[in-house]
């Protein structure tokens, strides 16, 4: 039996901009950003409401805390207004998680 494998994903509100343009948002700065801060299979989406961090294949059940501020880092350096409290990265709310763990391939479906 394979080791369970999960994929994590958290939505937010869109924070506003802090830049005068959107040259920090574009798809590569994207990419760049979220390769630095994360690796892997990790994916951000911007809509023009919200924001969402999706992550696979990750091979222990996922810290929402540590997540959290990942993704609260991204948005920050991709100049999106995203507030510390007390060293904390506060996302707007509400902020939802979604913890799944993945399917493992030729195994049955229950």
Request: glycine content about 4%; charged content about 25%; some cysteine.
């Amino acid at each position: 039996m394979a080791e369970p494998r999960f994929t994590l994903t958290i939505t937010c509100r869109r924070p506003s901009s802090r830049a005068v343009d959107d040259f920090h948002i574009q798809p590569e700065r994207i990419a760049r950003t979220v390769a630095t801060f994360v690796g892997g299979d990790a994916e951000l989406t911007l809509t023009a409401r919200t924001a969402r961090l999706n992550v696979s294949d990750l091979t222990q059940l996922p810290n929402p805390k540590y997540w959290q501020q990942r993704m609260g880092e991204i948005l920050h350096c991709l100049w999106l207004d995203v507030p510390r409290v007390r060293g904390d990265y506060q996302l707007p709310s509400p902020v939802r998680f979604d913890i799944r763990e993945a399917e493992h391939p030729g195994e049955p479906q229950r």
